[in-house]
């Protein structure tokens, strides 16, 4: 139950998100920053020693972990570059605006956010602690999930009114996901796989998606500050959790 609880703070962050990047785009930089921070901070002092108690209780192999980690990774990394190949196609034509390539990419960000609200469900069943930090986490990111989802569609000539019905299905998304997994256990081992998989992927989120992004406009103590305030936030949940 506390997995959905937790899921519906993510539609409220997604919502926002969206709204947020309509009123202050020219902040979103430092929302980045720190976003990136505790996407860090999740893998390096939750979901690794969760993953190192794993595997010594249950004596798996640590290699299998890790090469979910790079799978995790590099199947991000993989889709990202795939539909960045498209919009560099599209860009040869920048004087042509298509609606549908919004669209497809606000339902991709939505099948993101559904596997974010797993994500939630299966944190808890591996325990409580590791349930909610992997949901903060997913708080955190789903406020850029917000952010990207109202850009892609008003960047593609969608009206506002569109934009936000496909923001508020973005929202959705990661409380069907986490609803999900009321229905269905898994075993230790693949837990521990998904955790290894789930690090892999905030790794790339963080460092070389969100982190990137933010930099692109403007580097700063200031916005440096906020990516290790971000880390640090983590650490102290975790402690007290």
């Known amino acids: 139950m ?19 990047a309509v009123r202050f785009k020219h902040k979103l930089h430092l929302i980045m920053g720190f976003t990136a921070g505790v996407l860090l901070g999740v893998v390096s002092f939750d979901i690794f020693p969760e993953i190192i108690d794993q595997i010594n209780v ?8 890790m090469v979910a980690l ?41 099948g993101h956010s559904f596997m974010d609200g797993v994500g939630i469900g ?43 019905i496909f923001l508020i299905v973005d929202a959705l998304a990661p409380v069907l996901g986490a609803l999900s997994t009321l229905f269905y256990k898994f075993s230790p081992h693949f837990l521990v796989l998904y955790l290894g998989f789930f690090a892999g992927f905030l790794l790339y989120i963080g460092a070389s998606d ?15 500050a906020l990516t290790v305030l971000g880390a640090g936030f983590v650490f102290l949940v975790t402690r007290f959790t």
């Open 122 to 164: 299966l944190g808890f069943q591996v325990n409580p602690a590791v349930g909610l930090v992997v949901a903060i986490a997913v708080i955190s990111h789903d406020f850029t999930d917000g952010m990207n989802t109202i850009s892609l569609m008003l960047n593609s000539n969608n009206t506002t009114k569109k934009s936000k």
């Open 2 to 20: 506390e997995a959905i609880v937790l899921s519906v703070a993510t539609f409220f962050s997604t919502l926002f998100g969206g709204l947020f």
């Open 58 to 65: 249950n004596h798996f192999k640590s290699i299998e972990v």
């Open 70 to 110: 790079v799978v995790g990774f590099l199947l991000f990394h993989i889709l990202e570059k795939f539909i960045a190949i498209h919009h560099s196609h599209e860009g040869h034509y920048a004087e042509h605006k298509h609606p549908h390539v919004g669209v497809f990419s606000a339902i991709a960000l939505a």
């Open 210 to 224: 969100i982190l990137p992004e933010a930099h692109s406009k403007q580097s700063s103590g200031k916005l440096i």
